[in-house]
């Protein structure tokens, strides 16, 4: 057992699990602020999406305008200045990503569940904070899509294996 007064032994415990966890606290201190700022510009109303939709009230579509400008900024500004990742403290890397063939298949089912359930994966988890049932329902899709997602893949590349050593 350790001599420390007790005051002293919270306050080293307090600061070791403030250090461990720090990522986990900012993440999450950004993402309630992110659903709060999502809340309160309509993202997790469905009538704001199917007024959008529908080109009859253009408020989300120009946050979502607003969104795409600042995130280009940041980008910008963060290659310019080469920020380092909080976490890692790695240097933060753009890679260009290569063209997929599904790439035009899959951002359709993205519309398509986007149009169904006025949510797309960043308001999911605001909407269930709201207290939204219905983000409950297009959690569950998400995550049966992500499923159907990474089975497919799998059978594509299990099928590519089989066509190469076929070949062979």
Not at 43 to 57: C, S
Not at 107 to 123: E, R, Y
Not at 125 to 133: C, D, H, N, R, V
Request: with cysteine.
């Amino acid at each position: 057992m350790h001599k420390l007064p007790i005051l002293k032994s919270i306050r080293l415990y307090l600061v070791s699990f403030s250090f461990v966890y720090r990522n986990n606290f900012f993440g999450l201190l950004m993402g309630i602020a992110f659903g709060f700022f999502m809340s309160h510009a309509g993202a997790t109303t469905y009538d704001y999406h199917a007024k959008m939709f529908l080109f009859q009230d253009f408020q989300l579509l120009i946050v979502i305008a607003m969104a795409v400008v600042i995130a280009m900024i940041g980008v910008t500004l963060m290659k310019k200045f080469h920020v380092t990742a909080v976490a890692t403290g790695a240097e933060v890397d753009f890679v260009k990503k290569p063209y997929q063939k599904g790439l035009i298949a899959g951002a359709m089912l993205f519309g398509i569940g986007w149009g169904m359930t006025a949510s797309c994966p960043g308001t999911i988890p605001a909407m269930i904070g709201e207290g939204k049932i219905a983000g409950i329902f297009a959690l569950i899709g998400l995550l049966i899509g992500t499923m159907a997602y990474g089975i497919l893949q799998s059978y594509i590349r299990l099928e590519k294996a089989q066509k190469t050593t076929s070949n062979s």
